[in-house]
């Protein structure tokens, strides 16, 4: 058994697997996967770029926490504020629909 099965059996209070299939699924269930990845996408890099802009920049223009900004910067927000788009939209003159995109879903289909 693997250590890591061990970790598991013990997290989980089930008794450690010794198959080793069944410990691959265990692990591979167990791992963190996204559910369902949202398909929107943020353009805070493009229009930064656009108005040459760096993100300690953006932070003192609009006040926004450095971690909102840099997971807007890499897409890696999973939620923001409205007070936070209105403050960015206000920052690059733009609309709501230039700072976020929708990406129909089959896009996230194609390999």
Avoid: W
């Amino acid at each position: 058994m693997t250590a890591v099965g061990e970790c598991f059996a013990k997290k989980h209070r089930v008794q450690p697997y010794t198959d080793a299939a069944l410990c691959g699924f265990l692990l591979f269930y167990a791992s963190p996967h996204p559910i369902n990845k949202a398909m929107i996408r943020c353009n805070l890099s493009t229009l930064m770029g656009r108005d040459k802009l760096r993100i300690s920049d953006v932070v003192r223009e609009t006040g926004l926490n450095r971690s909102t900004i840099t997971a807007l910067y890499k897409e890696t927000a999973t939620r923001v504020d409205l007070p936070a788009i209105d403050l960015l939209c206000r920052l690059f003159r733009c609309q709501v629909g230039e700072l976020f995109e929708h990406l129909p879903e089959a896009a996230e289909e194609s390999p």
